[in-house]
């Protein structure tokens, strides 16, 4: 049974950094889509960032409103992948979601939450003064 459990979250003031953490289990295929959500209050679930593996390539893909940012990274022995978040900002404050999918999504799908078939079950980050 796939399961994702995510950490790393926490308070952090305007302009610092955190790197949140997704430990996937239950599965063995190298072809594998994992991605960041995030989800603030009263707003829709929103895409973050996406890697996608597939026989050692790796492609990655961000929201704009990160870019620059936030970093999406893979510790492929380990099956985690990681956020590192920087220069964070009070709209960055959300409960952030890891989701995985057993499929190598091309480009254009990385971004969308329907194409997705795990989820964990969220870490709340929260950016203030």
């Known amino acids: 049974q796939v399961q994702l459990v995510e950490s790393g979250g926490g308070w952090v003031q305007p302009g610092g950094s955190l790197r949140l953490s997704c430990a996937g289990s239950?599965?063995?295929?190298?072809?594998?889509?994992m991605a960041w959500f995030r989800q603030a209050p009263g707003k829709e679930r929103e895409f973050v960032a996406a890697?996608?593996?597939?026989?050692?390539?790796?492609?990655?893909r961000y929201a704009n409103s990160v870019k620059g940012r936030f970093t999406i990274s893979r510790d492929s022995a380990k099956n985690t992948v990681y956020l590192q978040m920087s220069s964070l900002q009070p709209a960055d404050t959300a409960v952030y979601y890891c989701a995985a999918v057993l499929l190598a999504l091309n480009a254009g799908s990385m971004a969308n939450p329907q194409f997705y078939d795990y989820w964990g079950e969220g870490t709340q980050v929260t950016v203030s003064s």
């Open positions: 239950g599965w063995t295929d190298s072809r594998n889509t």
């Open positions: 890697l996608r593996w597939s026989g050692g390539n790796r492609e990655t």
